[in-house]
């Protein structure tokens, strides 16, 4: 059976983009044909300016939201990364496999540290390193494939090249991944800026749609969001990148193509008033669920506790493989 990894961090509350970029599939197709592993990536989110805090009520939060979702632990395994040593064990070695030069060539890396250096903050280490914590995340699991939104395809890329080169070096240990990207919206924008993704850490926040917003708070950031010069409804990036996003977001709510959706549009407002209506609907069912959970929050804990004792099992094998292919004496 494929075996899936894919994981969602605790940067701020999950967004749209999250969910029809990510969580949707995990929990319409990956957990029900896979042998589907998820993880609320904690450790990924002290790689920026932090409030310990806050990552504790978010990582509770996330895998909340991601059981509210749809995700059933009868299906899938789902856990919290900190709880699962393997992860930073691996890490380490594929360090020792990674250079520096193809880190610095991150996009996300470069974006995020002039972000950081922008408003006079200091890049941290982890930041550079992380997608080789995140290559360690999905290699010890042998994960075949990574559902991914179109900004971690990159990553995934990287561990690809890691997984080959360690195999190469030190003998067939891991399983080279690839990534699966969402036919449609697999990068969805920020309402007010849609040259620019919609990210759950972004400073501004009015054209991010988080999957907690009170409804009337959903439908008016879609009503206010930014379109193009021009009144006619067209699918094109280029030209029309925020009547584009709209049509995107509004075909993965209701299905259908979003060139084709743009033909039954004469107008900016119809169709920003059928998206709202849609991604209300979308959202009504995982945030009416999430309510129900937040009651029970010992339901949410067994689940991780579960979670992390049986990926535990899964990653540790590959792990101790790995440390004893490249050189490491084993314990007496
Ligand atoms: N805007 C997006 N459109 C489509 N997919 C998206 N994803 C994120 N944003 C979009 C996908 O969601 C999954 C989980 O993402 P993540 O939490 O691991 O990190 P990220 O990609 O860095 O997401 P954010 O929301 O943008 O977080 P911040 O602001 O902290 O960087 C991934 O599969 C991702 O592709």
Redesign the pocket.
Known sequence: MTRIF????P??HL?L??H???VRQWVDVDQHKSDAVFCV?DL?ALTVEHDPARVRRLSRQAATLLLAAGLDPALCTLFVQSHVDEHTRLSYLLECTASDGEMRRMI?YKE?SARERATGGSVRLSLLTYPVLMAADILAYSADEV??????AQHVELTRDLAVRFNQRYGHTFTVPKAVLPSV?????DLQDPTS??????AETGGIVYLLDEPDVVRRKIMRAVTDSGSEVVYDRETRPGVTNLLEILAACVGGAPAELAEGYSSYGALKRDTADAVLELLRPVRERHTELCADPGYVDAVLRAGAERARALARPTVDAAYAAIGLMPPA
């Open positions: 894919s994981g969602i961090k940067t701020g967004t983009g999250n029809l970029g990510a990536v990924h996300q995020k559902p991914v939104g179109d900004d971690q919206a697999a990068r969805v924008m993704k919609m990210g759950k850490s972004h």
